[in-house]
């Protein structure tokens, strides 16, 4: 599917209220990151400040699937995102995604997405220092 989103999401209760978003668009064959945010059920809001990058080609868009990867920092100090510190989050995943209006804006997702049933933990990969 041309100009189309998918993505990653994650809340407490994994719903859209208060979810942080990062979102993938295919908008005329070119690949966007962008870091969101919803505070209930309708469209997302573009963070003021953009947290996602990478440092390569993001993915790839060929034959309906969208495929892409992306870094973010566990705490970013960005109100609308969701630390990965002491909290566990459940994640969304809107596998069908959606399509991207004429202008390039999401529009809602074509199925519910998949939901984690467990609360999610991102730690750091790195061996935390122990006081002796």
């Known amino acids: 599917m041309q100009n189309s989103w998918t993505g990653l999401g994650i809340s407490k209760d994994g719903s ?3 979810a942080d978003m990062m979102i993938v668009k295919s ?7 962008h870091d969101m945010y919803s505070h209930g059920y309708g469209a997302p809001s573009k963070d003021q ?18 495929r892409a990867q992306f ?33 390039g804006n999401i529009t809602a997702h074509i199925e519910t997405p998949l939901v984690t ?9 790195r061996e935390e220092k122990k006081d002796d």
Do not use: Y
């Open 27 to 33: 908008f005329g064959g070119v690949l966007s990151l």
């Open 117 to 125: 049933e467990k609360e999610v933990c991102i730690r750091s990969c």
């Open 16 to 18: 859209m209220v208060n």
């Open 49 to 66: 400040q953009q947290d996602l990058f990478t440092p390569n080609v993001i993915g790839t868009h060929a034959n309906g699937v969208l």
């Open 71 to 103: 870094m973010r920092k566990r705490r970013t100090g960005d109100k609308n995102d969701r630390s990965f510190v002491d909290e566990c989050w459940k994640m969304m995943f809107p596998v069908t995604g959606g399509k991207l209006d004429e202008s």
